[in-house]
């Protein structure tokens, strides 16, 4: 069974840069997409990036777009996620979804915590 | 970017009693290839969201008999044959069709 685990998350400032990480476990990161939503508190869901594992793709939010680079490491399974100047906006849980059929992200991870404050 | 807008955004329900959600999107979400990416997803409180639906009309492992998805094109329906305790919580709809990927605002079903 394939399971995503999320890494990385934290306490940041304003302004300030953090490191997200997607690791794929029972799996490998040869085929279709593997994308970052995040849930800011008490609100829905928002796609963040999405890196196709198949054909050389990568997406990004207008929110995000110039602030954040996802980029991936066959050697460790994983996906990045280098995030900078954050800003209090970015406050939220990141969840990590992996397609295994074209369009589904059909697996996601428990999430890991982004909260920017000074 | 594709928008998808859900209805209604609160659903309060009698235990077994049916349930439908609407998601209508601002274009086509079928595929150059044919298939369409439209899925549904169940979001319990303080947890990861869970698929329920892909490609329209398939149900995920695991997932009862007593959801199921509909719809072509751009107007998707989530029906909930009767309800139980287990099913509040919120639902999206989501497109992967068009890159970025794009979700509805969410359901949030609660019992009555």
């Known amino acids: 069974e394939v399971q995503v685990v999320e890494s990385g998350g934290g306490l940041v400032q304003p302004g300030g840069s953090l490191r997200l990480s997607c690791t794929v476990f029972?799996?490998?990161?040869?085929?279709?997409?593997i994308h970052w939503v995040r849930q800011a508190p008490g609100k829905g869901l928002e796609w963040v990036s999405g890196?196709?594992?198949?054909?050389?793709?990568?997406g990004y939010a207008d929110s995000v777009q110039g602030r954040i680079t996802a980029s991936r490491d066959s050697a460790k399974n994983s996906v990045h996620l280098q995030m900078s100047s954050l800003r209090a906006e970015d406050t939220a849980t990141y969840y990590c979804?992996?397609?295994?059929?074209?369009?589904?992200?059909?697996?996601w991870g428990k999430g890991t915590t982004v909260t920017v404050s000074s | 970017d594709v928008v998808l807008t859900q209805s209604p955004l609160s659903l309060p329900v009698n235990l077994g009693q049916a349930a439908s959600i609407s998601c209508r999107s601002s274009?086509?979400?079928?595929?150059?290839?044919?298939?369409?990416?439209l899925n549904w997803f169940h979001q319990r409180p303080g947890q990861s969201p869970r698929r329920l639906i892909y490609?329209?009309?398939n149900r995920d492992s695991g997932v009862p008999d007593r959801f199921s998805g509909s719809g072509s094109a751009t107007d998707f329906t989530l029906r909930i044959s009767r309800v139980e305790a287990e099913d509040i919580g919120v639902y999206y709809c989501?497109?992967?069709?068009?890159?970025?990927?794009?979700f509805g605002q969410g359901t949030k079903l609660e019992i009555k």
């Open positions: 979804g992996k397609d295994m059929t074209p369009g589904g992200m059909g697996v």
């Open positions: 029972g799996g490998t990161l040869d085929y279709y997409a």
């Open positions: 890196i196709s594992l198949d054909t050389p793709r990568i």
């Open positions: 274009q086509s979400v079928v595929h150059y290839n044919g298939n369409t990416y």
């Open positions: 490609e329209v009309s």
């Open positions: 989501m497109q992967g069709t068009h890159w970025p990927y794009t």
